[in-house]
């Protein structure tokens, strides 16, 4: 993972957090944001200022912030997930699970839903 998008996941869930832990310091939250480029954690700061999550998890193909299917492409097991990425939907930073995370996800079934069968009245 990107040490980047783990600081800002760090500070994402000190913030959503209701009790402060020992080390939520001022001087702590200080120090992770200085860990992160400017312009990275500007976009990051504007998404928790909308009330969005800045940094979302991805599971099965689908990002944690809005809930929609990410493109073939950013999921496929052969790109770089160390590189920054964006939701294409709501711009938050994508955190892909580690590989044995990957496989130990288990992967909700559809099933296709019954019609109603049409009811005759003679």
Known sequence: MNPFIETMYVLQRRAQTNTRP???SP???TELRARVPAP???HFDRLV???RKGVAEV???VCGACHLRLP??????GSNHDDLQLCENCGAYLVFPSAEEAVAAPVAVRRPRRRPQAVVVA
């Open 49 to 51: 200022a909308l009330g």
């Open 72 to 77: 073939a492409a950013t999921t496929a097991p």
């Open 59 to 61: 599971r099965n193909g």
């Open 27 to 29: 001087s702590g939250i």
């Open 40 to 42: 990275v954690l500007a």
């Open 22 to 24: 020992a080390d939520a």
